[in-house]
């Protein structure tokens, strides 16, 4: 049980356009779903925290115009990454919690590899 | 805000032999510490976690300690495997619920366990 989904696994997409990445739950609900970035080489960086129903709380230095993050359902959240740059080229991943997963654990989709031209 | 430190970044040792990771953290309100094992472009996987209300947890070859006093806790691997080469991530959490769950991880340590 407790698996994340992440879609799609990997996107290659040209500068100034906007990309969508979703993160599912498929067999708990999520109330709290968790972006992070991952650099290569590097450790994960987390982006925001989203609970369902309610606005992202963003951390410091994260744009949160450019990175637009949703949390509409108890299985569903996406990251949007408006007018990408290269600079936003990295591995996003998510991760979630909620019912009836146990205590405080996070369960991590399988990441996205952006990558802007 | 929570800031965990990780050493060593890369670790190299023999099959069979030991290895041990170390992490520091600074907010006093942690409570909920995990351990990632994470290979090359796949998720990070949880391996072992641990709360303030235990010092020690085993699993088999892997067991953590944590001394909340000190702010530190460690991961051991006894009898490594080379299925044990991966990239390891120590990380620290409020433990509460929302935004008080988010975590906050080290910097990784590279693990290469050699023949």
């Known amino acids: 049980g407790a698996v994340v989904s992440q879609h799609p696994s990997r996107v290659i997409c040209k500068s100034g356009t906007s990309v969508k990445i979703e993160c599912r739950s498929l067999?708990?609900?999520?109330?709290?779903m968790f972006w992070y970035r991952q650099f290569p080489k590097k450790s994960l960086m987390l982006m925001a925290t989203?609970?369902?129903?309610?606005?992202?709380?963003?951390e410091q230095g994260v744009e949160k115009d450019k990175f637009l993050i949703n949390h509409a359902s108890l299985t569903l959240s996406t990251l949007t990454v408006t007018s990408a740059h290269p600079e936003d080229s990295s591995f996003y991943i998510c991760?979630?919690?909620?019912?009836?997963?146990?205590?405080?654990?996070?369960?991590f989709g399988p990441g996205t590899r952006l990558t802007v031209l | 805000g929570e800031n965990v430190e990780q050493h060593p970044s890369t670790l190299s040792v023999q099959e069979g032999d030991s290895a041990v990771i170390k992490c520091t953290y600074s907010d006093s309100a942690s409570n909920y510490f995990p351990w990632y094992k994470q290979e090359l472009g796949k998720r990070p996987q949880l391996i072992i976690d641990i709360r303030s209300n235990v010092g020690e947890k085993k699993d088999q070859r892997i067991a953590v300690t944590l001394n909340k006093t000190a702010k530190h806790f460690s991961l051991h691997i006894t009898e490594t495997q080379p299925e044990d080469s991966a990239v390891y991530f120590c990380a620290a959490s409020p433990g509460g619920a929302g935004t008080a769950s988010k975590l906050t991880f080290g910097t990784g340590t590279r693990l290469q366990v050699t023949l």
């Open positions: 067999d708990f609900q999520a109330t709290t």
């Open positions: 989203s609970n369902e129903g309610s606005k992202a709380t963003y």
């Open positions: 991760s979630a919690r909620g019912y009836p997963t146990p205590g405080n654990e996070q369960f």
